[in-house]
């Protein structure tokens, strides 16, 4: 099912039904500030391991899976970071970044990496946050393109004829240039930059 939708001022009757998909445990794609995504619900088990499949991150590897919310205390409640962090995380959300945190208690274990983090983020994007509002929880969030490769036009078209078997909705925002997001990992006594994206590095 392809839903097109108006990216900036999207109608929440347009977003529904990927949210309805997402509820019931399924896999969608959906346009982000850096892109086409892969989401499915923190809750739903048989998504995250799809979701890993589609990724090709295998579960207990390094690599962390991220999360996608609207509010800065879900920072809090799903990652473990000071108040260093909370003030760096107020002042550049929301916006193009990925947060690397400890995971806290909250978070399901399949979406935990080998070092129990995850990462987390708050896109600028109406289409993510009325995602986040209508099914209730955050979202994964995996970019359909990974980093590593060339960039180049992302057509909704075709990814929904790629991943019909996958996916089963997308939300077609028209084609995107992707654009990855600034990963950050908050460690004990400072802030690792693991790849600097479109956003600013923050002071």
């Known amino acids: 099912m392809r839903l097109r939708v108006d990216i900036e001022r999207p109608a929440p009757r347009k977003v529904e039904p990927a949210a309805a998909a997402v509820r019931k445990g399924g896999v969608i794609i959906y346009p982000t500030d850096t892109g086409y995504a892969f989401g499915c619900a923190l809750s739903s088990v048989k998504g995250i391991a799809t ?3 589609l990724k090709g991150v295998e579960s207990g590897s390094r690599k962390h899976l991220a999360m996608m919310v609207n509010e800065i205390a879900d920072f809090g409640k799903y990652g473990i970071m000071d108040n ?31 070092d129990h983090e995850i990462g987390l983020r708050m896109p600028d994007n109406a289409v993510c946050r009325m995602l986040v509002d209508l099914v209730g929880e955050p979202l994964l969030v995996g970019s359909v393109m990974s980093a590593d490769d060339e960039p180049e036009l992302e057509d909704p078209e075709l990814y929904e004829a790629r991943y019909r078997g996958d996916a089963e909705c997308l939300i077609d925002g028209g084609p995107l240039w992707p654009s990855p997001s600034t990963v950050l990992r908050a460690g004990h006594e ?13 002071d």
Not at 87 to 93: K, P, Q, S, V, W
Not at 104 to 113: D, E, I, T, W, Y
Not at 190 to 202: A, T
């Open 190 to 202: 400072d802030i690792e930059v693991l790849r600097e994206g479109q956003g600013p590095i923050p």
């Open 51 to 53: 979701l890993r499949r």
């Open 84 to 114: 260093r962090v909370f003030r760096m995380a107020r002042r550049i959300l929301p916006g193009p970044y990925t947060i690397i945190l400890k995971a806290s208690q909250g978070v399901p274990r399949p979406m935990k990496n080998r």
